[in-house]
């Protein structure tokens, strides 16, 4: 099955172990991304000002690239933004109007493709079964606590991945694995990434919140979709701390091609 895909640019950059891992893993299981030829930027957030257009337009240029495949995206930040604009182009007519008279699409487009988080994708189009089937190395005995953030799930309506306030996906993933999955009060909660740097002493007291909940939980490590994430529970929260890894690196060590 092929996909087109949308790394974003932190992929391409700081977070390139999330990006790599996710390409060999999808291989691994049949899924072909294609990497869009020109994207840009997603424009890092969403902004909720009604008239603001020109932050979005990368995001429907993608979108309307990806019509015919389905677009697959991995950042969490990437995928809200995204997302969110394509709900926007499908649900708000003065929206898409403006967006497309200002593109000058070949074809206008409405919100018409399917945008997938890599997460859905193993879920919805491979399936945790099949992908249980696949592992080569399970991670057996390894204790894992699920991070998702803020941006993965919210707003839960459009975005509409799990349940906000009680999501599972990440946790029958590491089920999916071979890992037993921990469950603790802070995983859906913010890290305080984006305010790192204006304030670092509140982002190291709310990623320190997160951190020490999964400590309490008697995880062994912790996995995330967001670089802005990991970036601040690694080098924000405060001793003691678990090791940090985006979900795809444990994918691939357990398809076994991480070496690869």
């Known amino acids: 099955m092929i996909f087109s895909y949308y790394p974003g640019c932190t992929l391409k950059t700081k977070a390139k172990d999330l990006d790599r891992y996710a390409r060999l893993s999808a291989e691994a299981l049949g899924i072909e991304l294609r990497e869009l030829a020109e994207w840009q930027c997603c424009g890092g957030a969403f902004s909720m000002a009604k008239d603001e257009i020109a932050t979005k337009l990368s995001s429907v240029r993608a979108l309307a690239d990806a ?3 389905g677009l697959v995206t991995l950042c969490s930040a990437c995928h809200n933004v995204i997302k969110q604009t394509n709900h926007a182009m499908a649900t708000d007519a003065d929206f ?4 497309n008279n200002y593109m000058k699409l070949e074809t206008p487009y409405n919100g018409e493709t399917q945008v997938l988080h890599y997460l859905e994708m193993l879920r ?3 399936g945790f079964d099949k992908l249980a089937a696949a592992v080569k190395n399970p991670l057996t005995g390894k204790k894992i606590a699920a991070y998702y953030g803020c941006l993965l799930l919210r707003p839960g309506k459009v975005l509409a991945m799990d349940n906000p306030e009680n ?6 993933f590491i089920r999916a694995i071979g890992a ?9 909660e913010c890290c305080g990434g984006y305010v790192t740097m204006e304030d670092k002493n509140l982002a190291a007291k709310k990623s320190g919140t ?3 909940s999964a400590v309490e939980a008697e995880a062994d ?3 995330t979709a967001c670089p802005l994430c990991l970036y601040n529970l690694t080098k924000n929260a405060p001793e003691p701390r678990l090791p940090v890894y985006y979900f795809t690196e444990l994918l691939a060590e357990a398809l076994g091609v991480k070496e690869a």
């Open 124 to 126: 919805d189009v491979v």
């Open 67 to 69: 019509r015919e495949t």
């Open 167 to 172: 999501p599972k996906i990440m946790e029958d």
């Open 221 to 223: 490590m912790m996995i």
């Open 180 to 188: 037993t999955p921990v469950l603790y009060p802070y995983r859906n």
């Open 96 to 99: 898409a109007m403006k967006a």
């Open 210 to 212: 997160v951190m020490q």
